[in-house]
């Protein structure tokens, strides 16, 4: 088992940064990828970016478009969202996943996001 919790959420005004954690505990031994997700009222949660153990990444770019950054410290058992620009848009609840193989399996509980404009 892994436990996520994410933190670094708040209200931001548009144009503005935020970074997200997510800390991982429990069985960090593994090699697992790391991912964000965000889920705005009345939408479905989608996808933003993942990392793997080695540090390569992937992104939704129909989401990002070069705007986040996804890193992580393994060391931390820590990953991170660096969030710049943000839109009114981009508020949602942000969720912190984590996965050894191809499905997430652990899920954080989420951090509110509101970009105020």
């Known amino acids: 088992q892994v436990q996520l919790v994410e933190s670094g959420g708040g209200l931001v005004q548009a144009g503005g940064s935020l970074r997200l954690s997510c800390a991982a505990s429990?069985?960090?031994?593994?090699?697992?990828?790391m991912a964000w997700f965000r889920q705005a009222p009345g939408k479905e949660r989608e996808f933003l970016a993942d990392i793997t153990w080695s540090g390569g990444s992937t992104y939704n770019p129909n989401s990002v478009k070069g705007r986040f950054t996804i890193s992580r410290d393994n060391a931390k058992n820590t990953a991170y969202l660096q969030m710049n620009s943000l839109k009114p848009e981009d508020t949602a609840v942000y969720y912190c996943a984590a996965r050894i193989r191809a499905t997430y399996n652990y899920w954080g509980q989420g951090t509110q996001v509101t970009v105020s404009s």
């Open positions: 429990g069985r960090t031994g593994s090699t697992y990828a």
